[in-house]
């Protein structure tokens, strides 16, 4: 019952591997028990030389599939890029090979077995260390050394009396061996990989939204918080001097303003943090030529929102709102003036002011990188720089067909 709590507890691509594993440490010795052993066995001539060479052959061939549990688990992994395989796993597993090939020599200079019935026991002996091996080098290295590992033993074979006959088919079992070895080891473990990577792909998918996220959330706080703060601080400025000045009930009018702004901020806070918050191009020009005007700013705003699409709307919206946060936090300005009109260039907004002091606050501030993101979704644009001695200007341009608009739209004044 653990161990299938266990399996359960596992991704789909840590069952795919727990399963390849599975079949790659049982292939060799399902092929020796149900092919090779039996074989060997019913070959084999029944004299004294015959049975210790066979006997001698069976011992070694297990000894294989012990050795080459660990080296193809090693293999694997090496593969998978989790470590490199212990050289004493492929000694071992080399070294038995040579052993096994040997004694397969040996058997047939004796004359101890059957010629048909050797193909098997030889076709097995290269497996136990051809399936971990392959897994280890590069497809060229192993199909060149392969080549002379087969050419070596046909020569050992031939050195011991082996026909033409005899070599022409032990080199065909050799040289199946080979794609045999490929297609159990090789292409498994190249699909395991495929999938690792791919559920690493996901994994890093989902970091990289995660972090979106994040920073979409900070872009949105900082466009949220920056200008009703900033109307905070003036307000409260203002409120404590017209105190000092015993004009209370205009600072206590001030102050329920801050208030009615700390209010306003924490729905807009929630809402961002649900994602759901779209910035209004309209409410935005008329908040800004308000803010603006109550911090002492003649400020001009001609335009109009109705008709734009929602998503040009809001992306516009949040440009208003961080060109007068930075209008009120770095400059001091006199004059502003936000024009919002539809031409070549489609949707253009332009927010000029004569506080040259914003010049170097905002043009390379976050808030600025911000609304190019927003705008870089809508193919849009965002220039803003120092025109003129003393004038800075803030230009964003959303392409937008005329088709788009829905309803016609006249040139007016935000009064």
């Not at 008329?286 to 109009?304: K, P």
């Amino acid at each position: 019952m653990r161990t299938w709590g266990r399996w359960r507890e596992r991704s789909k691509v840590e069952r795919v591997e727990w399963q390849s594993r599975l079949m790659l440490r049982s292939v060799n010795w399902l092929y020796f028990v149900a092919w090779s052993g039996p074989t060997l066995a019913g070959s084999l001539r029944h004299d004294g030389p015959a049975l210790v060479l066979g006997a001698a052959l069976a011992a070694v061939s297990v000894a294989q599939c012990v050795v080459g549990d660990f080296h193809v688990r090693s293999a694997l992994d090496q593969y998978l890029g989790r470590g490199p395989v212990p050289r004493v796993h492929t000694r071992a597993a080399g070294g038995l090979l040579v052993v096994a090939l040997g004694l397969i020599a040996a058997l047939i200079a004796t004359d101890s077995v059957k010629d048909s019935l050797v193909v098997l026991p030889l076709l097995f002996a290269p497996m136990p260390f051809g399936c971990a091996y392959v897994l280890t080098v590069p497809m060229r290295t192993f199909l060149r050394r392969s080549g002379l590992g087969i050419a070596a033993a046909l020569a050992l074979f031939a050195a011991v009396g082996a026909g033409i006959g005899q070599l022409i088919g032990m080199g065909a079992v050799l040289g199946l061996s080979v794609p045999l070895e490929l297609l159990c080891a090789r292409c498994s473990a190249w699909n395991l990989s495929v999938m690792w990577e791919s559920e690493h792909a996901r994994e890093v998918e989902a970091r990289l939204a995660v972090a979106e996220e994040r920073l979409r959330f900070g872009r949105d706080l900082h466009d949220v918080m920056g200008r009703n703060l900033a109307v905070v601080a003036l307000k409260s400025e203002l409120a404590v001097q017209l105190a000092r000045r015993g004009r209370t009930e205009d600072a206590v009018t001030q102050m329920i303003e801050v208030q009615r702004i700390a209010q306003d901020s924490q729905k807009e806070v929630r809402e961002v943090v649900r994602g759901y918050r779209e910035a209004d191009l309209g409410a935005e020009l008329a908040g800004a030529r308000g803010v603006l005007s109550a911090a002492g700013i003649d400020c001009s705003v001609t335009g109009s929102a109705a008709g734009l699409p929602p998503e040009v709307q809001s992306a516009l919206g949040w440009v208003v709102r961080e060109a007068t946060t930075n209008v009120l936090r770095h400059g001091a300005a006199e004059v502003c003036s936000v024009g919002l009109d539809i031409g070549a260039r489609g949707v253009v907004l332009t927010v000029e002011n004569d506080g040259a002091g914003a010049v170097d606050a905002a043009v390379g501030g976050s808030g600025l990188a911000g609304l190019r993101e927003r705008l870089a979704v809508l193919d849009g644009t965002l220039e803003a720089g120092m025109v003129r001695t003393g004038v800075f200007r803030l230009v964003a341009a959303v392409p937008v067909p005329a088709a788009a608009v829905s309803a016609p739209r006249a040139r007016e004044a935000v009064r």
